[in-house]
């Protein structure tokens, strides 16, 4: 069965940076995109990004743009997201999702697989 396993997240500072991964497994990693979402507490889940599986072409919420880098290793069926500059407004659960559509890419409803999440906290 298709599996994601997000890692990385944990506590930092204001200002500070943490990259979380997402490791995918069941699937045929190359042809699906991947997203990230986040849900803080009390809030509903939003988009932070997502990266194309055909060109690799990446897109952002505007809220992380400038702050916040999407990858892909398609040998280590692994997404990245680097985050910088993070501030509390950032604090959330953090999930890494898969679509085999490279299109509207900030709906969660396109998304096939999700995983559990990866708390991020930052403390200002």
């Known amino acids: 069965q298709v599996q994601l396993v997000e890692s990385g997240g944990g506590l930092v500072q204001a200002g500070g940076s943490l990259r979380l991964s997402c490791t995918a497994s069941?699937?045929?990693?190359?042809?699906?995109?991947m997203g990230w979402f986040r849900q803080a507490p009390g809030k509903e889940r939003e988009f932070v990004g997502a990266?194309?599986?055909?060109?690799?072409?990446?897109y952002y919420a505007n809220s992380v743009k400038g702050r916040f880098t999407i990858s892909r290793d398609n040998a280590k069926n692994t997404v990245y997201l680097q985050m910088n500059s993070l501030n509390a407004e950032d604090t959330a659960a953090y999930y890494c999702a898969a679509t085999g559509t490279g299109w509207q890419l900030s709906r969660s409803s396109i998304y096939n697989y999700w995983g559990q999440g990866t708390q991020v906290t930052v403390s200002s």
């Open positions: 990266i194309n599986w055909r060109a690799g072409g990446t």
């Open positions: 069941g699937l045929t990693f190359s042809n699906y995109s």
